[in-house]
């Protein structure tokens, strides 16, 4: 999802190329997400754009905006997979830049797009806002330019740690630990709290101050909140600064090597051999450098741990021994790792198969004894030449059914 920094990077776009310019066209869809879910519909967007100046563009955390010389105003969020575009320029950071083709990059307007805009300069401005997962959101908000941080949504998030450097200060953060009890990772990512901290931004930010995303916010020294300030501002500035390009990022932040969970190629250390590990914990993900981030505190409970993939040695192993016992190891590679499969390889029962017959045979026998009918009545049904009066004979002389198997050979005895 994009955060603090790739909302800045499209912020600088739209101050660069749109600020100061008259919008002559505009086309929205009519998307019952990205717009009715706020509110609005596409058709509004377009008549509250067209013909309107563009005065200034504006972010806030994760949200973006643009003044227009007359109310209502756009205010926007990227969502998942949002994005801003303008023609002939690169505004996609490079990683995602080299997710699209040479296609895609000269479609105009691009895939999946929501609205797109031209301007009445010449040379002519296109814009356009795209959204594939369609949980990006574009609202109106009706009320002087100035006064758009005022108005919902806004003013419900808490301060900009880049914008709003007056705001958000070491006494604010250390308020708003001491006054809840939560994991400070779950605190740093409440937009009430503080704007513009996603997942990778937070799991650097706890990198950076050597702290334990997990352990409680109320249980941090003064000297530990200090350091996470510090860590906040420095790595919020330093990603807004470089427009969220992760080239331009410090080799020794976390950033470069902690995308690899779920992948082959995935890193298990840093460079210098400290070991990666991700931390879950009511549903979120933290990537964690156990030697670097210290509990000092009290955690969460229910923490889960587990490394971003096996290593490649164990890999080879297992495949070796999915060759020697092919079924044994696949039905053991669902439920165990390489480990387990190790220790309990030699202590597999061969004979299971026939514990499992004998068990059923003891219960057939059990069942056979419960519910077979007495023998005269088996004879009975039997073919036999004669068989009638045979029956006829031990049927008188049979004694009383108690629900026992009785023999032939003594019931014979006994008449």
Known sequence: MPEIAEVARVTHFLRQHLVGKKIAKVIAQDDSSVFGKVGTTGAAFQSA????????????GKYFWLELEAPPHP??????????????????????????????????PPKYWKWHLATDSNPEVCVAF??????????????????IRLNTPLVENGPD??????????????????????????????????????????????????????????????????????AICYVCDTAVSHLGDSDK?????????????????????????????????????????????????????????EAPEPEPASKKETKSKTKAKPKVEKKKSRYFDEEEDGNDEEDEPEARPAKKAKKSAQKAVKKEEEDEPAPTETIDLKPKRGGRKFVEKATSSAPPDTGRRRSTRLSKAAS
């Open 49 to 60: 754009l067209a013909g309107k100046r563009v005065v200034a563009a504006g972010s806030q």
């Open 75 to 108: 205010v926007m969020h990227l969502g998942m997979t949002g994005w801003i575009h303008v023609r002939g320029e690169q505004t996609a950071y490079n990683r995602y830049a080299e997710r699209m083709s040479g296609a895609e990059k000269e479609a105009w």
């Open 130 to 147: 795209t959204d594939a997962r369609r949980f990006g959101r574009v609202r109106l908000v009706d009320c002087p330019g100035k006064e």
């Open 161 to 230: 740690p880049v914008v709003d450097k007056d705001r958000f200060t070491e006494e604010y953060l250390k308020k708003k630990m001491k006054g809840r009890h939560v994991p400070i990772k779950a605190l740093l990512l409440d937009q009430a709290m503080i704007s513009g901290i996603g997942n990778w931004v937070g799991d650097e930010i706890m990198y950076q101050a050597e702290l334990h995303p997990e352990q409680y916010s109320d249980d941090f020294s003064d000297v530990e909140i200090t350091k996470l300030y510090k």
């Open 249 to 305: 990022f410090p080799v020794d932040w976390l950033f470069h090597h902690r995308w690899g969970k779920g992948k082959k190629d995935a890193a298990t250390a840093l460079p210098s051999g400290e070991k990666i590990i991700f931390v879950t914990v009511g549903g979120r993900t933290s990537c964690v450098v156990p030697s670097r981030q210290k509990k000092t505190g009290r955690l969460v409970a229910g923490v889960k741990e």
